[in-house]
């Protein structure tokens, strides 16, 4: 059966990967591909209201502290929709798809960052997704430091422009990020062959370039 490429785009925060992900896609439909983009969480009517509760600073008033496993039952919730409602449909259809964080993040984050451990969070991405895997991960790992203080900034110029607050994550120690980098650097070196992990701080321009090389590999394989 044909089957459509999922890439998937990783980092922390601030790395720059939503940029490179919507320049790639708009360089794949000037080719006259057939391109859908969505991130996590979010991406479904579902995924977008869980998005409200994880991401937004001001939710736990109201919930209550979000513990660590009911966090990561909510990404695998966004996640299981995001497959039944467009990635599976797209790939089915033999399309693109190019999604913003996939398990990389919740292994990073939750496994990671949370400190739960890959192995519980790879067991439920083995229930909720049947083990649906990236074609090709592109992960975005400049220095961490940098990656912090531009998501800071961004975050704070949400606020004040958009009245959103995204930055429950954000707000994280640098201890906690030093764990998802971790995490990030060992699924990099456990999975080779689906991960490209790029470490340089080159230009946006630069770093554009080697994805759209990496990935033109990968479709005309
Ligand atoms: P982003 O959409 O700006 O990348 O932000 C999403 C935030 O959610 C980011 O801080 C990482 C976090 N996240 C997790 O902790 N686990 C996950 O599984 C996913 C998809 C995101």
Redesign the pocket.
Same mark, same amino acid.
């Given at each position: 059966m044909s089957r459509g490429t999922f890439i998937t785009f990783e980092g922390? @925060?601030g790395s720059g990967? /939503?940029t490179q992900l919507n320049r790639l896609a708009a360089h794949l439909r000037a080719q006259g591909r057939d391109v859908v983009t969505l $991130? %996590?969480?979010?991406g479904t009517a579902l995924g977008d209201r869980i +998005?409200g509760i994880?991401?937004d600073s001001r939710s736990e008033a109201s919930t209550g502290a979000i513990a660590p496993i009911a966090?990561?039952a909510l990404?695998?919730a @966004? +996640?299981a929709q995001a497959i039944a409602e467009v990635i599976s449909p797209a790939l089915e259809t033999n399309k693109i798809v190019l999604c @913003? +964080?996939? /398990? @990389? #993040? #919740?292994?990073?984050? %939750?496994g990671g960052? $949370?400190q739960l451990g890959s192995e519980q969070v790879l067991a439920i991405h083995q229930a909720v997704c049947g083990g649906l895997l990236p074609d090709l991960t592109i992960l975005l790992l400049p220095d961490l430091a940098a990656s912090l203080a531009r998501?800071r900034r961004r975050n704070q110029r949400h606020v004040q422009q958009a009245g959103t607050d995204?930055n +429950?994550?954000?707000r994280e120690g640098d201890v906690f990020y030093q764990r998802v980098y971790h995490a990030y650097e060992e699924i990099a070196a456990r999975e080779p062959h689906r991960v490209e992990a790029i470490r340089d701080d080159a230009s946006i321009e630069a770093i554009e370039a080697r994805i759209r090389g990496i990935v033109e590999a990968r479709i005309e394989n």
């Open positions: 922390l @925060d990967k /939503t $991130r %996590q969480p979010g +998005r994880l991401l966090e990561l990404m695998f @966004d +996640r @913003d +964080r996939f /398990t @990389d #993040s #919740s292994e990073a984050y %939750q960052g $949370r998501a995204e +429950r994550f954000e």
